[in-house]
């Protein structure tokens, strides 16, 4: 009798788990740990507690049916994309998140093995989790099929996907021209193109962007459709943006910097271009026009500036681009209209520090010895005085420098 009443009131927990719907750790590593203690693979909701259509998904997570599966299959936890600690897991892992809600599923060693937008059935959610389950559906093997041949549009459309999601930016440049070259040109226009353009390119130069940059109207009609109005160029805006500040822009092409201020014209930042482009126009010009054309071009932004900080950055600029100390005199009127302005020690010894480089620019070591044993005295004080644990990795990073270039002075 004992026995049969502790087995009935077993089942009785068992089953009011799964009426509960799906069981989340409270943790990140509390999941991974049981994970890794049982073989099962990770499920991960990425949610905003703030956004309407993750919170339109509770009752479906919820729901008893998809309790059951998931309970059974996976480990299962609730990433709040509003929580910096919990978006860390996202960017130890190198992991972008495009937009929310959004599933994630891992294997129980951390390694992404299929990503999904939900589509919100307790039928979907379901087959959501078998499709992560079947290695030849989800979407972490769709490179092999890749490789293998598969062209297919929705196999290319879940591989770019997810090679967004794990920003591999070259695997993905090439399935998204793949992509493009087998869409169908008459259906560019489309809803799936636009959604294509919004969750799949990492390349302004890919077939998909060049469309929707010159038809960003029907976009909107999607974006406002969907209640998103006046929000077209968000997706377009970020792989500008992507652009303009990767680490290879400063060796673009004078016509490729005119592009992508064509670009964000198109895209309404028209105010905001020459703020955004001048550290790679300003190469571009070097290269193909020449010190004296560059340092015009540079000139004309400093005659508008007056902030202290932005003056010693141009310095730093000008000595970190251009070979020669030929305008050095021009310059350290900047960092003379600069000096007074400053107030804090790290910028008055990063100030001394681009005025000894700008000294050994020009062959005056004399006098950048003197400046970098100024800025020795400044950093000195300033280490003494800083207490913000990222204002000490600053007056840190500068401390290094001076003592380097204070080493290639003696």
């Known amino acids: 009798m004992k026995k049969t009443f502790l087995l009935g009131s077993f089942l009785l927990i068992v089953n009011f788990a799964f ?62 994309v509003e929580d910096a ?35 919100n ?16 559906q989800r979407t972490g093997g769709f490179w092999k099929k890749y490789q293998a041949g598969d062209r297919d549009i929705n196999t290319m459309v879940g591989l770019a996907y997810y090679l967004r999601i794990t920003q591999d930016t070259l695997k993905n440049k090439q399935v998204a021209d793949a992509l493009y070259a087998a869409y ?22 890919n077939g998909f962007s060049q469309f929707w940059l010159n ?25 500008l943006q992507l652009e303009i500040f990767s680490p290879k822009a400063s060796t673009y092409s004078l016509a490729k910097v005119n592009t992508l201020k064509r670009y964000m014209e198109l895209l309404g930042a028209g105010p905001y271009v020459t703020a955004n482009t001048w ?32 003056l010693v950055y141009y310095v730093t600029f000008y000595n970190n681009t251009f070979p020669d100390g030929k305008f050095a005199g021009e310059v350290r009127r900047w960092l003379s209209s600069a000096r007074p302005q400053l107030k804090t020690g790290q910028e008055i010894a990063n100030l001394n520090y681009e005025s000894a480089r700008l000294y050994q620019k020009s062959g005056d070591l004399v006098n950048a010895k003197k400046e970098i044993a100024a800025a020795k005295t400044s950093i000195t004080a300033a280490k003494a005085k800083v207490t913000d644990p990222n204002q000490k990795k600053v007056v840190a990073s500068i401390e290094t420098s001076i003592n380097k270039l204070a080493g290639e002075l003696k």
Not at 27 to 56: D, L, R, W
Not at 184 to 197: T, V
Not at 215 to 239: D, F, P, S, T, V
């Open 19 to 80: 009426a509960q719907g799906i069981a989340f750790e409270p943790t990140i590593e509390a999941a991974f740990q049981k994970a890794k203690a049982s073989g099962k693979n990770v499920f991960v909701e990425c949610y905003s507690p703030h956004c309407p259509i993750c919170m339109s998904l509770e009752p479906t997570l919820k729901n008893a049916e998809v309790g059951k599966f998931y309970n059974q299959n996976f480990v299962s936890f609730k990433l709040n």
């Open 85 to 119: 600690k919990q978006v860390a897991f996202l960017n130890k892992k190198n992991i972008y998140l495009p937009g929310f809600p959004l599933f994630f599923y891992f294997d129980k060693d951390q390694n992404l093995i299929h990503n999904t937008d939900p589509t």
């Open 121 to 136: 059935t307790p039928k979907d959610f379901i087959k959501h989790a078998q499709t992560a389950l079947d290695p030849n």
């Open 184 to 205: 169908p040109k008459d259906q560019l226009g489309d809803k799936f193109s636009w959604a294509i353009m919004k969750k799949c390119i990492m390349d302004l130069d």
């Open 215 to 239: 038809n960003l109207a029907i976009g909107g009609k999607y974006e406002a459709a969907e209640g998103h109005a006046g929000q077209e160029g968000n997706a377009l805006g970020r792989l």
């Open 279 to 310: 550290q790679i126009e300003c190469p571009a010009l070097l290269r193909e026009q020449g010190p004296d054309v560059a340092f015009n071009f540079l000139k004309g932004l400093i005659n508008a500036q007056t902030q202290p900080q932005l």
